[in-house]
């Protein structure tokens, strides 16, 4: 079933400019898939969709798949750029502060890049955590996203 919904995910946002996962959960309640908004964001999580940018200035759920690899760090730095207003850690957490709805395309992007030392990442709607494997790559990690965020 699992395998069938993510086909369906995939075909949804292909047909459909979605932008968030009420409406993406309402999709699939439609074609016949009756899930929870908690599995929408783990299936979200788990295909790496990522929001992109439209013509029109809003932002849709895309897979990346038709990025070449070299984009998805220029990609990564322009949703990092645009999303992120403030970054700190604590011991090996690093914590990321977004504007409002934004936290989850960031991580998505992220963890398209698998930074090196990243245990795992965590998105809500405006912040994300990061665990890494010590304090040290968290300062190292908090620095260079410091450095991304005053380009």
Not at 22 to 42: D, H, I, P, W
Not at 82 to 104: L, P, Q, W
Request: proline content about 1%; glycine content about 6%; charged content about 25%.
């Amino acid at each position: 079933m699992k395998s069938k919904r993510h086909a369906k995910i995939l075909e949804l946002i292909a047909d459909y400019p979605i932008d968030t996962q009420e409406e993406l959960l309402k999709k699939l309640n439609e074609s016949g898939f009756y899930v929870t908004q908690a599995t929408v964001s783990r299936d979200i999580k788990e295909l790496r969709l990522i929001k992109s940018q439209s013509s029109n200035g809003g932002y849709y759920y895309t897979t990346g798949a038709k990025e070449m690899k070299s984009d998805i760090s220029y990609k990564f730095n322009s949703i990092f750029f645009e999303s992120v207003n403030g970054i700190d850690y604590a011991s090996n957490f690093v914590v990321i502060k977004c504007y409002t709805g934004m936290a989850n395309a960031v991580c998505a992007a992220m963890d398209a890049i698998h930074w090196k030392g990243v245990v795992g990442t965590l998105a809500g709607d405006d912040t994300i955590f990061v665990l890494m494997r010590d304090e040290q790559g968290a300062a190292e990690l908090c620095s260079q996203f410091k450095k991304l965020m005053n380009r």
